[in-house]
């Protein structure tokens, strides 16, 4: 099985992929190929250059082409269960699903004040530090109505199938978690 992880800014996916890891997901992060990428162009690593990278590599390679990187290498033991957080691109899911038998999509959001909140305290350094940054950073993150091959997490959202919205206690997305694991598990 494959669970795609998609989720805004600081809505809560480090706490679901948590408890997936806890039962024996191995763990896929586009965020860490890109990273990786942008090292051997010699490029900074930020959000922006990331989402960048992310977008050229989709326009150019197709809109599934950040998830083949982690097919790739989830394709070398069939038999585990992946989680690929965090598709971007509605496209992505759809290449997904077209492309792996046992696929499930899984978004997770909360408001927005929340995710800020969230995020100043996490300190990331790709993080925004003021509420206008994090105003950008969010509706590019929801949907780059400019560039179809873009970050699309508001569509994402849409076509999921499983959203927890993560506005409670730590406790209640745990329970919330629980219910979709309980409807999930192979």
Sequence with gaps: ?????????????ETL????RDKGFIYFETSAILREELVKLGL???RWNMQNLADNMREKNGVGAVMKLLLDKANKDKNKNYI??????????EF???NVQNFILMGVDAPQKIRFERMIKRAKSSDPKT????LKVDERDN???SNPMGQQTGKLLEVSDFVIVNKGSLKDSLDEIKKIWEKIKC
């Excluded at 992880?5 to 996916?13: E, F, L, S, T």
């Design 17 to 20: 992929t948590s408890f997936l």
């Design 143 to 145: 949907f780059d109505i």
């Design 131 to 134: 509420w206008e940054d994090f």
């Design 1 to 13: 099985m494959i669970i795609g992880m998609c989720g805004r800014p600081g809505a809560g996916k």
């Design 96 to 98: 997904l699903r077209k």
């Design 44 to 46: 900074e690593i930020t």
């Design 84 to 93: 690929f957080d965090s598709l971007r691109n509605a496209g992505e899911a």
